[in-house]
Structures are given as C-alpha cells and as structure tokens.
C-alpha cells in the first residue's frame, strides 16, 4: 500500500524513538488500538518518513543522543502537514518534560510509563482538542 493511501478512520502516527524495545511496545500498543503507525530508531531520516507517510501524530522521544527530540521536533515541523500534532516522551519527571514541550513549542508531552489503551486513549484526545 503506498504510504499516502490511508486506511479509512485510522490516525496515523509516526514514532521516533532510539530505545528498539520501547519502539516495538508502542508499535503493538497503538497498532492494537487501531492507529497505524510507522516507526524509525533513527532520528536523522524521521523528517522523510514524516513527509512520506503523512502522519496526524508523530511521538517523538526527548533522550536520543544522536538527535535528541526537543531539537528534532524543529525539524520536523517544518516537513509535517499542518494538522499533525507533535508530541515529546520520555521517562522523565513530569515537570522537566512539561516545562521541555512547552519551550519547544510541542502539542503535548506524554511520559513513557503508560499503561495498556492509555496511550491510545491521550492520542485520541490530543487530535479531538485540535481538530
């Protein structure tokens, strides 16, 4: 299927995040849920997937050390479609990864440790606040 075609009523969401096996849990988490999702651990070609698959969400983590996502969100702003939504996660404290977003203009932040449709569930209502 070519990445623009969309599966009707499926958000997409692209993830970047350098951890393999935090990648994977959030893969089948999400896809679980119904999203369809394409991941990278590479930060340096997320901004192509970006441009190609055309997400709604792209969930960036903040700790990766070749590019980490405070500073990668900039870059992929500026190739995302107008309505995708960028998120920042990390295992963080809360306050440091709040205060993290709001300098980098994120839509929102999510912290790692989620459970099961939790995660689904924040995604979902990020994109229904801002349609």
Same mark, same amino acid.
């Given at each position: 299927?070519?990445? %623009?075609? #969309? #599966?009707?009523? %499926?958000?997409?969401?692209?993830?970047?995040?350098?951890?393999?096996?935090? @990648?994977? @849990?959030?893969?089948?988490?999400?896809?679980?849920? /119904?999203? !369809?999702?394409?991941? *990278?651990?590479?930060?340096? /070609?997320? &901004?192509?997937? +970006?441009?190609? $698959?055309?997400?709604?969400?792209?969930?960036?983590? +903040?700790?990766?050390?070749?590019?980490? /996502?405070?500073?990668?969100?900039?870059?992929?702003?500026?190739?995302?479609?107008?309505? *995708?939504?960028? +998120?920042?996660? &990390? &295992?963080?404290?809360? !306050?440091? @990864?709040?205060?993290?977003?709001?300098? +980098? =203009?994120?839509?929102?932040?999510?912290?790692?440790? $989620?459970? /099961? =449709?939790?995660? %689904?569930?924040?995604?979902?209502?990020?994109? &229904?606040?801002?349609?």
């Amino acid at each position: 299927m070519p990445e %623009a075609q #969309r #599966r009707p009523g %499926a958000t997409r969401v692209v993830v970047v995040d350098d951890d393999l096996h935090q @990648l994977r @849990l959030i893969e089948r988490t999400l896809e679980a849920e /119904g999203f !369809e999702v394409r991941s *990278t651990a590479e930060p340096i /070609g997320a &901004s192509n997937l +970006v441009r190609a $698959f055309q997400p709604d969400i792209v969930l960036l983590d +903040v700790n990766i050390p070749a590019l980490p /996502g405070d500073r990668l969100l900039g870059l992929i702003r500026k190739v995302a479609p107008a309505h *995708t939504r960028l +998120v920042l996660h &990390s &295992s963080t404290d809360q !306050e440091s @990864l709040r205060e993290r977003a709001r300098k +980098v =203009g994120a839509d929102a932040w999510i912290q790692k440790n $989620f459970e /099961g =449709g939790e995660l %689904a569930s924040r995604l979902r209502r990020l994109l &229904s606040q801002h349609p």
